[in-house]
Nanobody
């Protein structure tokens, strides 16, 4: 069974940076496309960034140029580097792993951007 454990969230001032990590276990990491979602209070969960098994990346428009998704296949970990953070980036960030119809979620990590 795939397990995903996020870390790296916290409180940061506007303009600051955070790096989220998602540790993968329980299957073959290189078979899975990896995604980051977020959910702000009172809002629907939204897709933030995707990295495929071939390391192709895609981002939602609101984070392009500020966030970078990457994966380390040797460490079986996916990262989300978040720069120039804004208060509207405040949300719970979730790691997601997908292989065809199999979808797995982490427990989430809170990111709060506030002065």
């Amino acid at each position: 069974q795939v397990q995903l454990v996020e870390s790296g969230g916290g409180l940061v001032q506007p303009g600051g940076s955070l790096r989220l990590s998602c540790a993968f276990s329980g299957s073959i990491f290189t078979w899975y496309n990896m995604l980051w979602y977020r959910q702000a209070p009172g809002k629907q969960r939204e897709l933030v960034a995707t990295i495929t098994i071939s390391s192709r990346t895609n981002y939602t428009d609101s984070v392009k140029g500020r966030f970078t998704i990457s994966r380390d296949n040797a460490k079986e970990t996916v990262y989300l580097q978040m720069n120039s953070l804004k208060p509207e980036d405040t949300a719970i960030y979730y790691c997601n792993a997908r292989l065809q119809q199999n979808v797995y979620w982490g427990q989430g990590t809170q990111v709060t951007v506030s002065s």
